[in-house]
């Protein structure tokens, strides 16, 4: 499929989404709905790196809370000089983006030219920086956190909630565009062959560091612009919550469990993850459901490498195998076959 | 601010101290990230569950913290060997150590994190020993016991793991491991035996770093995200593998985390360590004292 009419589709169904949170008629819907989109496009984001590249970043935190600081940056900067209107969200998105992008940028290409592990640790590190900074920054509120006024209402769609989740619908969408551009362009090639082996991929003329930069850029600016909104979500916005590592294993665990080598990977992990924490969060307690992340991360990176979307693949070409497998051993290779076929799980 | 030269030597002193016991948590990264490469980021986890370890049996029966922590030792041994046999098979067998192998040890973090939270809740801890509460005054330098006496002991076990690396025949297998499986396995000796073993004693020395952290301040079991970071820029800084760059590396990021905190304010402190880890990875990736 091309890209335009995948995003006709996408755009179709995310209207269809949002008309359908509409009929329920429930406010609630939309504070949930928001966060599992929000987890969406954080895990697509990701995977842009961590699953095309391969390089993990645990800085999903920082670059969400550099998004939702630059918010608050804004809206301070506002109230102090008193100017009368309202930034519109799309905006503050986009500065939000720019902030992360530039800070992805320069946090990868100071530790993006040595080993994988390098730059892993140092995104860690980047988030205790990026917090220092910010609780020491008394104009977002320091330590003291900050509060945002949201706005009542908003014309045409009435609560604000609904235009947070409209905004936040439509940055899914882009992401998961962008992402699966990427995927079967050039660039997405050259971040699979990183992936699987670097040295060939630099020997093949594939211009690493170029790819491994533009992919942290990226991956970085649509986690600055999930953060963006985020401030006007909460209403009260603290560094230790925003910084948290939550994000970061969310972020890591939605991919892997989804599966890390296409799109549709992030979306199903971070729709099933994030579904199930809301209802683990509301039966039992944030503690239990953290567990459960960490638990599910760990098995499927244990027993199901390629996630959800490896196991469909493994099943359908099981199937496909034992259809046409006949013909097959018969023909050429026999016993090659049922080995792939009769893989053991 | 008002600089004056007690200030400075007291921040230096305290500054050596807290270093000492920085050391002890790092030398277990140290071993399993700089001479094994297995990017064990859930190690500061293990090192709470070694306070938590100390701290429950100092509870009930007043034992000395650091006592049950050397008691604890072959649990903790054992732990890590169970975790690296999971790992090897699941991981390394398979090459895929790089992503979902870091993925693995960050789920262990956080199941291990979020285990102690749900048994002992978020309070809290602190154990009691007879060095916890005085101070020795030499001069105007104070040294308060509470930080000497774990850095005195971490010193000793690093000193012993030197001993172990450098003269032992399993040390000498562990060192050489790092550089060429296939000698070693021609040497008739089965290079994951060896990695196994050394991981198993990098999450043994978190036993007794756990106790040092729980002796230093009260702890709670998110606490050890703080020190993810610290413990990784003193291995890299120091240079990958090498104990005594590991030694040198984290007295030199206490003393300027000291300094910072005193002349500055504690909350720029921990930007000290990332401050040090980037300029390290620009730098001189290979570390201060690196092969």
């Known amino acids: 499929m091309r890209t335009l009419p995948f995003l006709v589709i996408s755009l179709v169904i995310a209207g269809l989404v949002f008309a359908a949170a509409l009929a329920i008629g429930n406010e609630y819907i939309f504070f949930a709905g928001y966060v599992v989109l929000q987890y969406i496009v954080l895990s697509t984001a990701w995977n842009i790196l961590g699953g095309y590249c391969g390089y993990v970043n645990f800085g999903t935190g920082a670059f969400f809370a550099l998004g939702a600081y630059s918010t608050v940056a804004i809206y301070n900067f506002i109230g102090k000089n008193e100017l009368p209107h309202v930034i519109p969200m799309p905006v503050l998105m986009l500065v939000g983006g720019v902030v992360s992008g530039i800070v992805g940028f320069g946090m990868g290409y100071l530790t993006l030219r040595l080993r994988g592990a390098f730059f892993s640790i140092a995104t860690l590190a980047l988030a205790v920086v990026l917090q220092t900074l910010v609780i020491n920054w008394d104009f977002v509120g320091g330590s003291r956190g900050a509060y945002i006024l949201r706005p009542e209402s908003v014309p045409l769609l009435g609560s604000y909630i609904r235009y947070l989740f409209l905004a936040m619908l439509l940055l899914a969408v882009g992401s998961l565009v962008i992402a699966r551009l990427i995927e079967r362009s050039r660039l997405g090639y050259g971040m699979t062959t990183i992936r699987d082996d670097e040295l060939a991929a630099e020997a093949s003329g594939v211009p690493t560091l170029r790819v491994k930069l533009i992919a942290t850029t990226i991956s970085g600016a649509l986690m600055g612009m999930a953060g963006a909104p985020f401030p006007y979500y909460i209403g009260y916005l603290q560094p230790d919550s925003t910084f948290a590592l939550d994000y970061a294993i969310n972020a890591i665990a939605m991919p892997l469990i989804g599966g890390t080598s296409t799109w549709v990977g992030p979306l199903i992990g971070a729709v099933l993850l994030d579904s199930l924490q809301q209802l683990i969060t509301v039966t039992i307690s944030s503690a239990v459901n953290l567990l459960i992340v960490g638990c599910l991360l760990v098995a499927f990176v244990i027993l199901a490498p390629n996630g959800i979307v490896g196991l469909f693949r493994k099943y359908f070409r099981h199937k496909h195998d034992d259809f046409v497998g006949r013909h097959r051993t018969a023909l050429d290779e026999p016993g090659s076959v049922p080995a792939a076929g009769a893989a053991p799980e | ?291």
């Open chain 2, 1 to 291: 601010m008002i600089f004056s030269f007690d200030l400075l030597i007291n921040a230096v002193v305290s500054g050596i101290l807290i270093g000492g016991f920085y050391a002890a948590m790092a030398s277990g990264v140290s071993l399993s990230f700089g001479i094994l490469d297995i990017v064990n980021i859930a190690h500061p986890a293990f090192i709470i569950l070694g306070s938590y370890a100390a701290y429950t049996f100092n509870h009930a029966f007043g034992f000395d913290p650091i006592l049950v922590s050397i008691v604890m030792l072959p649990a903790f041994y054992i732990l890590g060997a169970g975790i690296y046999q999971i790992y090897y098979v699941a991981f390394e067998k398979r090459g895929q150590e790089s992503l979902r192998g870091l993925a693995f040890f960050f789920g262990l973090l956080f199941i291990t994190e979020v285990a102690l939270v749900l048994y002992f809740g978020v309070d809290y801890r602190d154990v009691e020993a007879w060095y916890i509460g005085p101070t020795w005054h030499l001069g105007d330098v104070d040294v308060p016991l509470r930080i000497a006496v774990p850095c005195m002991v971490s010193l000793l076990l690093i000193a012993a793991l030197q001993l172990l690396l450098g003269r032992t025949f399993i040390g000498r297998a562990i060192m050489a491991v790092a550089q060429d499986q296939l000698a070693l396995r021609l040497m008739a000796v089965n290079p994951i035996r060896i990695k196994r073993i050394a991981f198993a004693i990098s999450i043994a020395t978190a036993s007794l770093a756990g106790a040092f952290l729980i002796i230093i301040q009260p702890v709670e079991p998110s606490v050890g995200r703080d020190y993810i970071g610290r413990i990784f820029a003193i291995c890299v800084l120091g240079g990958m593998g090498s104990l005594p760059g590991t030694v040198i590396a984290s007295m030199l990021i206490g003393v300027v985390e000291s300094l910072t905190s005193t002349f500055y304010g504690p909350s720029w402190a921990p930007a000290v360590s990332f401050g040090f880890l980037l300029l390290t990875l620009a730098v001189r990736p290979a570390g201060l004292l690196g092969r």
